[in-house]
């Protein structure tokens, strides 16, 4: 019977000892569910969710309207270059002109109007233009130089 008793005292401890870790681990998981569930956080997330949506959204329509601008620019650019060659050969009939008109101080200061941007084939063009209404002006200066030391000449013999 002494041993019957000392088993009975010993399972009440053990049971009493095990019901008290049952009860500290029950508060812990009580503790844990209010930690587990906040409400606030969820909320500002959302808001983050949609302010990140907001931002990514003006910046696409920034780079859209970036990519717009740069489309008429290069729009604009294409267009200048197809008139360029068209403006280019404006000038050089221009300055043909002056020449065949013996017009030669007009079509030298024409060459300030030079079109931007030439081709090499182009500014080769316009050397020899340049050198060829040189060349005439030179020519005419000294015809008219002749001519007015001609007259003298001419007027001294008489």
Known sequence: MKTLICQISLATILLTG???????SAPSVA????AAAPPAPIAETSKAVADTATQTKDEAQSAATEATK?????KNDVAS?????????AWTDKVKGLIS????????AA???LPANLTPEQQKLVEQLKAQV????????????????????????K
């Open 18 to 24: 095990c019901s008290k870790q049952e009860e500290q």
């Open 31 to 34: 503790a844990e569910k209010p």
């Open 70 to 74: 740069t489309a008429d620019t290069v």
């Open 81 to 89: 270059a197809a008139a360029a060659p068209a403006g280019f050969q």
């Open 101 to 108: 008109q013996q017009k030669y101080s007009e079509a030298l």
């Open 111 to 113: 060459f300030t109007e």
């Open 134 to 157: 040189q060349q005439a002006l030179s020519k005419q200066t000294t015809d008219q130089g002749l001519k007015a030391v001609g007259g003298l000449l001419n007027g001294t013999k």
